[in-house]
């Protein structure tokens, strides 16, 4: 089960970061990601990184602004939110998928593919 933490409120230029851990399981075993979904709107993907970490990629709301990372050591997943505006609010929910060979990876940083969702973790950009 995936459990994702770190929402909360904050106010736009501000920063969070979002965490993400596996009960019952361990980081290193999954392609994992994140997507978000703001009231009204499509689901968005986020960032995702490979098993290893040694690879990442990231969709348009997120580039330049977030930032992915991983310590497998300590069984987390990140997301690293600097600058949040107000459009910045929305659920966010990390995602993992045990298929990590070459084919399911590249889809996974794509943002495609994952089996296992979190219940999410709210985010709240006041201005």
């Known amino acids: 089960q995936l459990q994702a933490s770190g929402g909360g409120l904050v106010q736009a230029g501000g920063s969070l970061r979002l965490s993400c851990s596996i009960s019952?399981?361990?980081?290193?075993?999954?392609?994992m990601g994140w997507f978000r979904r703001a009231s009204g709107r499509d689901r968005e993907f986020l960032a995702a990184i490979s098993w290893s970490g040694g690879r990442t990629n990231y969709g348009d709301p997120a580039k330049g602004r977030f930032t992915i990372s991983r310590d497998n050591a300590k069984n987390v997943m990140y997301l690293q939110m600097n600058n949040l505006k107000r459009e910045d609010t929305a659920i966010y929910y990390c995602?993992?998928?045990?298929?990590?060979?070459?084919?399911?990876?590249?889809?996974?940083?794509?943002?495609?593919?994952?089996?296992?969702w979190g219940q999410g973790t709210l985010v709240t950009v006041s201005s």
């Open positions: 019952g399981g361990t980081v290193n075993n999954y392609n």
């Open positions: 995602v993992a998928d045990g298929s990590t060979g070459t084919s399911a990876t590249i889809q996974a940083l794509g943002g495609k593919g994952y089996s296992f």
